[in-house]
């Protein structure tokens, strides 16, 4: 098992170039499958997650491959099989969003329940509920989802929360239905946007994305097209919190300024000086952070995916800062760990009580899941002595080469195999 090792506290100082949404290329994989034509899509790093994606297409009968210069191109000419590989499906829960474009395109699919995982239970409730309105027969038994749809219908459809995979899973769906689908009180994420964009390209009939109301008019068939999804707004915003915690001067390029607006507007709040140009941001901190208070919500609002993030960084901020966590029910698997390291953190229910202190001391420490390994590297940096973290894997999932782009800024980080 490989570790990463991080010695010491710097400052972090440079430029880091931001690659493609993990979040975004996901749901684009498995909507490649609503076309027998070619699908190509560029930038797309070997991420862990992206090649348990591949896997998962792969094993229905679609011919993937992702070669050296990032370019995956996705043929689902001939759909071979409607039951998705158990043990993939459960290795990742995003690939539960092939059940939407198997319903579309072959009208059936057996899938195992995506399993939980550290961050809470992770219904799918919405999907099914999405899929049923549509006339999909839905029947569960022994960790399996049977479902079939001869065509499916547009229908309108509530969603109870406005859940990412499920706006993702239905807009899919909707693509070849009979008829038009309206979602309400949809998922607004950019990532939803750039799925809507990538769709639309292959002819898909769409209004709507990045509102809490989306169209969609089924039409007969999709075609095949090239894309670039839009860059990692969440790795972008990783990198923005490193370089405050650190008091660094970080240039933080490809990354669209719109979409880590709750992010910017948090970091001005605790003093950092915040520059947005067209398609970069510079993070540049001179003096101890201030607390600040933070709720997660659903975009626009604070992004849950930054909530480990920005929790290091308070731990060495001037004052106390409260973070609610309203989008996940047992996402402070991190706290634990950073209590390791010397951060004085106190929970109550869904809010962590943070006293920040002006120094953490390195400690062994895991990653209990992506954010909260970034997190850890985080918290390593503002850190005295050495830092070990274990589990690492968690990272790799949704973090190309980190310790390669953090070096370049200065750290002091390797990864031990
Ligand atoms: C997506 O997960 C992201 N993953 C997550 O990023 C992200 O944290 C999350 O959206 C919220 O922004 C991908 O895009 C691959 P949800 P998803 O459905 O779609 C409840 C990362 O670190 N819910 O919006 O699974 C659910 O329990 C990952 O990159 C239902 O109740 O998130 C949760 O409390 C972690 N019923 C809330 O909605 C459902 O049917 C948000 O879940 C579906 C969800």
Redesign the pocket.
């Known amino acids: 098992m490989s570790t990463l090792l991080i010695e010491n506290s710097c400052q972090l100082q440079g430029t880091v170039n931001i690659s493609c949404a993990?979040?975004a290329i996901?749901?684009i994989i498995a909507a490649s499958l609503l076309t027998e034509d070619k699908c190509i899509l560029e930038d797309v790093s070997a991420l862990e997650?992206v090649k348990v994606m591949i896997e998962v297409v792969n094993s229905l009968g679609a011919e993937v491959k992702l070669n050296k210069d990032d370019v995956l191109e996705v043929s689902a000419k001939k759909i071979l099989s409607q039951d998705a590989d158990y043990d993939l499906i459960r290795k990742m829960?995003?690939s539960f969003?092939i059940m939407g474009p198997m319903l579309a395109r072959v009208g059936k699919v057996k899938i195992s329940l995506p399993g939980g995982c550290a961050?809470?239970?992770?219904?799918?409730?919405?999907?099914?509920?999405g899929f049923a309105a549509m006339g999909a027969n839905i029947t569960l038994g022994h960790g399996y989802i049977e479902a079939h749809a001869d065509k499916l219908k547009g229908e309108s459809i509530y969603l109870?929360?406005?859940?990412?995979?499920?706006t993702?899973n239905i807009i899919m769906a909707a693509c070849l239905a009979e008829g038009v689908t309206i979602i309400e009180n949809a998922?607004e994420?950019p990532?939803i946007v750039d799925l809507a964009n990538f769709l639309s390209k292959m002819g898909a009939k769409i209004k709507g994305a990045g509102t809490d109301t989306i169209k969609i008019e089924g039409v007969r068939s999709l075609k095949g097209t090239t894309h670039v999804a839009i860059p990692d707004r969440?790795e972008a915003g990783t990198f923005m919190m490193a370089a405050a915690a650190t008091r660094g001067d970080v240039l933080v390029e490809g990354v669209v300024p719109e979409h880590v607006k709750p992010i910017t507007a948090k970091l001005k709040e605790m003093g950092v000086e915040v520059f947005e140009y067209e398609k970069s941001i510079r993070v540049k901190a001179t003096e101890r952070l201030k607390s600040v208070d933070i709720k997660t919500m659903?975009?626009p609002g604070f992004?849950?995916?930054m909530q480990s993030p920005i929790m290091s960084a308070m731990c060495v901020a001037k004052g106390t800062s409260v973070i609610t966590e309203t989008?996940?029910?047992n996402r402070f698997m991190h706290i634990s760990e950073l209590k390791l390291m010397g951060a004085k953190i106190n929970v109550d229910g869904r809010s962590a009580i943070i006293e920040g202190t002006e120094r953490l001391s390195g400690a062994k420490v895991k990653a209990t899941?992506?954010?909260a390994g970034a997190a850890l590297i985080i918290s390593a940096l503002c850190a005295e002595g050495r830092t070990e973290i274990s589990e690492i894997y968690h990272i790799d999932r949704?973090y190309i080469n980190i310790e390669e782009k953090m070096r370049k800024l200065g750290a002091n980080i390797t990864r031990v195999e």
């Open positions: 993990k979040n996901l749901p997650d829960r995003a969003l961050i809470g239970s992770r219904p799918i409730d919405l999907h099914l509920k109870d929360f406005p859940s990412v995979g499920a993702e998922a994420e990532e969440i659903p975009y992004p849950t995916d989008v996940f029910e899941d992506l954010r949704g």
